[in-house]
C-alpha cells in the first residue's frame, strides 16, 4: 500500500504537534511555514517533544518518526500529491481567509482543507472559495499528541464525503474525532470549559470560595471521573435508574442554580487581579515553567496509563 502523504501548513506550536500525530501513524508529512526563521528549527524542536514522548514510553521509535517529516518552503511543492492538509496558521478570520485562497490555489482538486482553528467557524474563512466543499474544521486540544479529542466542524457547505474522509483519517491516526453536527462559536470543547470557568471565576469573584478550593473541587472531585467518563455517563450511574431518574432527583436543584445565574462578565480586570494574587502566592512567577514541565509530565503518565486499560 502506498504511503499517505498530508501537508501541515504553519509550523508553530500546534502545526509541530500535528507532524507529531502524523508521523507517528506512518503518514508522510509535509511541514510548511511562511516563515523560513521558524522552519530551520522546527525538526530540532520536533525531536525535543518525541525524547519526551520516548522518555514517558509513548513512543518507541523516533528517530523514524522525525524521518517521516519533510520540511518544505515552498507552498506548492508541500502541497503536490498530499490528501489531506491540516491548516495551523495565526487565530485571525482575515489571515486564514488569506491562507485558504492559497491553499485553494496550489492544492489538487480532490485534497481535503482542514483548518486547526480554536473558535472561528469554516464558513467564516471559505464561503469566497470556489470550492468550500472540501474545507471544515479539524479543532484539537493542545498537544494533539497526548490529548486524542479532535472536533471535526463542517460547514454549511462541507461535502459529507468531506466529512467521513476526514472522521477516517482522525481515527486512522488515532485520534479521537467527535462531529459537531453544526457551526457554533467555540465549538463544544470551548463551550463546555467556558461553562465552567464563567461560574467559577463568580463563585471566586463573589467570595465563596478560595482559588485553590475552587482547583480541588475539580482535581479531587468532578476531575476524577470525569478523565475516564463525561458528564452524560457519570449522571446515568449516579442514580439506580439512569439519567431520568437522575434528572427527578437533581433536575430541580441545576434548574434553580441556573436560574440564578446572571448575565454579568465574570471576566473583569479586577476579578483577574484577585485571582492573580492568590495564584502567585501560591505559585511565585519564577515557579511557572517547572510547574508547566510537571504538567507535562503527570499528562504523559496518565495517557500511558490509560493506554494500558483495555478498552479505555
Ligand atoms: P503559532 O503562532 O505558534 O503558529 C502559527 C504559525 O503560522 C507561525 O509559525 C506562523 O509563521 C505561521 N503562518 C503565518 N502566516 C502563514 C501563512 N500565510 N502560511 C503558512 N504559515 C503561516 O500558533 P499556534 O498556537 O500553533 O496556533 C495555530 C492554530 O491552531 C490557530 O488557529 C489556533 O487557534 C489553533 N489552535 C491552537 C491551540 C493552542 O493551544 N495553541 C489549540 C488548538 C488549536
Not at 511543492?77 to 482575515?94: F, I, R, S, W
Not at 497526548?146 to 491516526?173: D, G, H, K
Not at 488515532?174 to 457551526?183: D, G, T
Amino acid at each position: 500500500m502506498m504511503t499517505m502523504t498530508v501537508a501541515v501548513v504553519g509550523a508553530g506550536l500546534i502545526g509541530r504537534a500535528w507532524a507529531i500525530v502524523f508521523a507517528r501513524a506512518g503518514l508522510a508529512v509535509r511541514l510548511y511555514d511562511v516563515d523560513h526563521l521558524q522552519l530551520d528549527s522546527v525538526l530540532s524542536r520536533i525531536n525535543e517533544s518525541l525524547e519526551d514522548l520516548q522518555k514517558a514510553g509513548l513512543v518507541e521509535e523516533p528517530a523514524a518518526i522525525l524521518a517521516r517529516i519533510d520540511v518544505q518552503a515552498d507552498l506548492t511543492k508541500a502541497l503536490t500529491g498530499v490528501a489531506y492538509v491540516q491548516e495551523c496558521g495565526p487565530e485571525d478570520v482575515a489571515a486564514k481567509q488569506a491562507i485558504y485562497t492559497q491553499l485553494e490555489a496550489a492544492s489538487e482538486p480532490d485534497t481535503i482543507l482542514a483548518s486547526s482553528t480554536s473558535g472561528i467557524v469554516a464558513s467564516q474563512f471559505t464561503a469566497h472559495l470556489e470550492h468550500p466543499e472540501r474545507c471544515l474544521v479539524a479543532h484539537p486540544v493542545n498537544p494533539p499528541y497526548l490529548i486524542p479529542l479532535v472536533e471535526v466542524v463542517p460547514s454549511n457547505a462541507t461535502s459529507a464525503q468531506v466529512i467521513e474522509r476526514t472522521m477516517a483519517l482522525m481515527r486512522q491516526v488515532e485520534q479521537e474525532p467527535i462531529l459537531v453536527n453544526k457551526e457554533v462559536q467555540g465549538f463544544i470543547l470551548n463551550r463546555l470549559q467556558g461553562a465552567l470557568l464563567n461560574e467559577a471565576l463568580r463563585l471566586f469573584r463573589d467570595g465563596y470560595v478560595s482559588s485553590e478550593d475552587l482547583d480541588k473541587t475539580v482535581k479531587h472531585g468532578l476531575g476524577l471521573r470525569w478523565s475516564f467518563m463525561g458528564p452524560f455517563e457519570t449522571i446515568d450511574l449516579n442514580a439506580p435508574k439512569g439519567v431520568v431518574d437522575y434528572a427527578g432527583r437533581y433536575g430541580p436543584l441545576y434548574r434553580d442554580v441556573d436560574t440564578q445565574r446572571s448575565g454579568d462578565n465574570p471576566w473583569e480586570a479586577q476579578t483577574l487581579q484577585e485571582l492573580d494574587e492568590q495564584r502567585r502566592e501560591a505559585l511565585p512567577n519564577n515557579q511557572l515553567a517547572g510547574r508547566q514541565a510537571w504538567r507535562d509530565r503527570r499528562l504523559m503518565a496518565l495517557i500511558a496509563h490509560k493506554q494500558a486499560q483495555p478498552g479505555s
